[in-house]
């Protein structure tokens, strides 16, 4: 997940950055480009002249000796064709340098990439796509969604590890083999996609080398799984380009990958076999320009915005450069929708994109075609006689009039692909003007052709005459987080005598504080859980509560009870992978009796509770049996105590947790045991219109090394971590147990 340059290690993953050595970085750039040019590529987009951002005309140092005269517009248009020939010059000897080879751009099997204009990264546990009342993959229904909101999607990056792995020794493979349902399902769903003309992608995580080792090499490893689904695609997280080993793994499958790193490749030799990148785009107002799709159009970009609430730039951008839009919205299971104004523009984009895709390949593209406006930026693409244009508008407002100036030639005819009418050109000696209406931050779209003959286009017409009916400046930009709701949790009935191994915990008026420990979100509205006392999901919350009194295990429940409850209740779960997953022949190991259970899904748990006559904790309940009122960091005080918790065990795989009653000095002020550093204990779960989570205490004894994108611990008293709900197969965890209550009020 990183890579030590001289000596300093360089961390970098999902717009969190770290720059070291920077004048070593500097150096090695320059060396990769080693070629003379006034527009040298910048983390892979190009500039563009700085005529284009000049708001004001000016004069001769724009125009210099341009006879034609001197407005602004002729002069850029001057210094365009310069800074083309300048740009495929580049090109051209770029192309030398790395051993230009495009015949993984002319595979067959690969070409699908090429139109991979929408993608989004959705989670595996997205409720949309998984039905876990049916324990079935609702393809059909994530698909209808993505339709009815935005258009439809090209290709899936279906993402299963991240946040929940490290949580335990599992690995990014064997969290995909505990998707429900194991391989079978999943290459039935896969199939199903297939279906529907949609491309799946996995990711692979090199950086996960501290949990579980596969004992081959993580290309073998990534290429077989992914044979076995029968997955098209690869995402490289974190990679800024996929090693050569992982297409030589996948083409000795028999099944080739498209790949596509997280960021730009750091060589363009890499361009020679990865067909797809994300691009972490920066945008002007006059757009950059894909130094890949300079090197060769047919290198799909999906640019990648997540934590953008509007996509209006990063959709603009796209469209310029015939690329594509990670249309993210499930972020880590913190819900950032596209908004209606968003949505429409994707799914006006998306429908010309795929209409005109086989223009938008074309060696001969012609980047920032001149425009008769200011802020209206557009790109030719010529194929056969014919020649397409996608525009946008920069500028806050909306523009009428003439928009692009053309070489006249007679019998061609002009449609407004954007608008769905045919356009009159005014013709003045050697060149025609083409008008038509651009919304503020808008699009547009034209075909000059002799002859409308193909069906895809003018299928385009009729629907974009249609869809103009509504301006996307009628529709709303403004992005609103979406509600969550805690699962109730119903009471006990009171117990006519103490319960044997609980602590009764008095009624408090409690002054509840608590943070969570997502990686990445920032303080944003969304992020986190929403408690019934807020409005929206957040981070950080602080809500004095009433809380009656109640009884609590002392310790967590352990593998002795969990049997009691087997063997009284003959209790198996339809989704059965993964339970007690450590047990062998139906118990525990020998001297595991006062061990915490694990490999227990919240259901499992619930239903302990239920035949006990217990439930589970609220986690406010859980947090004052820890904290008591005086407000202390650790259940047994104020400065951490390696004594009152288990050694960490930080291998690559798991060994097994404490006893319960083997860490006294962990005690809480009421004397309530376990509670930090041997297993997670399960507490409330919460759910929206997409996502469902369960919110985790205590932390465990296992901490895998050597990344930070692992599943972080929650020791402090103020501090739980989320986790990601799918289905008991994934769910369940080698560190996570619980402990019950029951109400005393």
């Given at each position: 997940?990183g ?45 563009v ?33 310069e ?5 495929f ?21 690969l ?24 324990g ?6 994530y ?46 769903m896969v199939?199903?996609f ?6 799946v ?38 990679l ?14 028999g ?20 067909n797809m ?43 310029i ?9 499930n ?20 429908a ?41 508008n ?62 895809a ?17 009628s ?8 509600p ?12 006519k ?15 509840f ?21 807020e409005?929206?999901?957040r ?25 009691k ?24 190991p ?12 919240q ?23 820890a ?5 202390r ?15 960490p ?23 309530v ?6 297993v ?11 996502t ?24 402090r ?9 799918m289905a ?8 996570l ?9």
């Amino acid at each position: 997940m990183g890579a030590f340059i001289s000596g300093c290690l360089i961390v970098t993953r999902r717009h969190i950055f770290i720059p070291l050595a920077v004048a070593v970085l500097a150096s090695a750039t320059l060396m990769m480009h080693a070629q003379d040019t006034k527009y040298p590529p910048q983390s892979g987009l190009i500039p563009v002249p700085g005529c284009l951002e000049e708001s004001w005309p000016s004069g001769p140092r724009s125009c210099g000796d341009n006879s034609a005269g001197c407005d602004q517009f002729r002069g850029c248009a001057a210094q365009l064709r310069e800074w083309r020939r300048e740009v495929f010059h580049w090109r051209d000897e770029n192309r030398i340098r790395i051993g230009y080879n495009p015949s993984e751009y002319q595979r067959p099997e690969l070409q699908w990439a090429q139109t991979s204009f929408m993608q989004p990264q959705m989670m595996a546990e997205d409720r949309f796509f998984y039905d876990r009342a049916t324990g079935k993959y609702t393809v059909d229904r994530y698909l209808d969604d993505v339709t009815k909101r935005y258009g439809g999607i090209d290709s899936v990056l279906v993402w299963q590890s991240y946040p929940n792995i490290g949580i335990d020794s599992r690995s990014q493979y064997d969290l995909i083999r505990a998707l429900p349902g194991g391989i079978p399902a999943l290459k039935q769903m896969v199939e199903d996609f297939h279906k529907h003309g949609v491309h799946v992608l996995f990711p692979v995580m090199v950086w996960d080398q501290g949990t579980h080792d596969e004992g081959i090499p993580n290309w073998e490893s990534t290429a077989k799984l992914m044979a076995e689904i029968g997955a098209d695609g690869i995402n490289g997280d974190t990679l800024d380009g996929m090693p050569h080993a992982f297409r030589e793994a996948s083409d000795e499958t028999g099944r080739p990958l498209v790949f596509e790193p997280e960021g730009y490749p750091s060589s363009n030799e890499m361009l020679n076999y990865n067909n797809m990148n994300w691009g972490y785009w920066r945008y002007p107002f006059a757009p950059l320009i894909s130094e890949s799709k300079v090197i060769d159009p047919r290198h799909m970009v999906n640019i990648s915005d997540r934590w953008n609430r509007s996509k209006t730039n990063n959709l603009q951008a796209a469209f310029i450069n015939g690329a594509g839009l990670e249309t993210w919205e499930n972020v880590w299971s913190i819900w950032n929708g596209i908004t209606p104004r968003g949505a429409e523009s994707i799914r006006r984009v998306a429908a010309i994109d795929r209409a005109v895709a086989p223009f938008l390949i074309t060696q001969d593209w012609e980047p920032l075609t001149p425009t008769q406006q200011f802020g209206v930026f557009a790109t030719g693409w010529p194929l056969d006689g014919e020649k397409v244009f996608t525009l946008v508008n920069r500028n806050e407002y909306n523009l009428t009039g003439p928009q692009l100036e053309l070489p006249y030639a007679p019998g061609l005819h002009y449609y407004d692909l954007w608008h769905g009418v045919e356009l009159t050109p005014e013709q003045q000696g050697h060149t025609v003007t083409l008008s038509f209406d651009m919304e503020a931050q808008g699009y547009g779209a034209l075909l000059v052709t002799p002859e409308l003959k193909n069906p895809a286009i003018e299928a385009l017409l009729k629907a974009s005459k249609t869809w103009n009916v509504i301006p996307l400046n009628s529709l709303s930009d403004i992005w609103v987080p979406l509600p969550q709701q805690v699962v109730p949790i119903a009471k006990t009935a009171i117990p006519k005598a103490d319960p044997e191994g609980m602590i009764k915990l008095p009624t408090t008026d409690f002054l509840f504080r608590v943070s969570g420990l997502e990686i990445e979100g920032d303080n944003g509205a969304g992020v986190d859980v929403q408690y019934s006392w807020e409005e929206t999901p957040r981070r950080h919350h602080l809500h004095q509560l009433h809380i009656p009194s109640f009884w609590i295990d002392k310790y967590s429940v352990t593998n002795i009870e969990f049997k009691k409850f087997l063997d009284a209740t003959h209790y198996r779960p339809k989704d059965d992978y993964n339970f007690l997953k450590d047990w062998v022949d139906g118990t525990f190991p020998k001297g595991w009796d006062t061990k915490p259970v694990t490999w227990v899904s919240q259901e499992d748990a619930r239903a302990y509770a239920q035949w006990a006559g217990k439930r589970l904790p609220h986690e406010w309940e859980w947090q004052y049996a820890a904290q008591g009122n005086d407000g202390r960091i650790y259940p047994w005080g104020n400065l951490w105590d390696g004594f009152a918790v288990p050694a960490p065990v930080r291998g690559r795989d798991l060994t097994s947790p404490d006893n319960v009653d083997a860490h006294p000095r962990g005690a809480s002020p009421f004397g309530v045991m376990d509670l930090v550093g041997n297993v997670w204990q399960w507490t409330d779960e919460y759910q929206d219109e997409h996502t469902r989570t369960a919110v985790l205490r205590g932390g465990s004894y296992y901490q895998p090394q050597g990344s930070l994108w692992y599943f972080p611990q929650a020791y402090r008293n103020t501090e739980h971590s989320k986790y990601l709900l799918m289905a008991p197969s994934k769910d369940r965890a080698g560190t996570l147990g619980f402990r019950c209550v029951v109400d005393a009020e």
